[in-house]
C-alpha cells in the first residue's frame, strides 16, 4: 500500500518529518519496483538518513517549510 499525504508506515513515527517525507517517497518508489513493503520501509528509511547525511542543509530547508 503506497503512503500518501501524511500517511506513513508507523515505524516512521518517531522520526523527524523532514527524514519522514523524504523515506515514505523513497518507500513509495521502492515500494513501485518491488511490491514489497518492508523492504520498501527499510530501505526508505536507511536512504533517507544517507541523503541528508550527504545533504545536512536540506534538513533545515526541510524543517522550514511547515
Known amino acids: 500500500m503506497p503512503w500518501y499525504n501524511g500517511d506513513y508506515p508507523p515505524s516512521y513515527k518517531n522520526q523527524p518529518q523532514y527524514l519522514r517525507d523524504k523515506a515514505t517517497e523513497i518507500a ?33 530547508d526541510s524543517s522550514n517549510k511547515t
Do not use: C, D, Q
Open 28 to 60: 513509495n518508489e521502492v515500494l513501485k519496483s518491488t511490491g514489497n513493503e518492508g523492504e520498501a520501509i527499510a530501505t526508505g528509511l536507511k536512504r533517507a538518513r544517507e541523503y541528508f547525511e550527504e545533504h545536512p542543509e536540506e534538513k533545515e
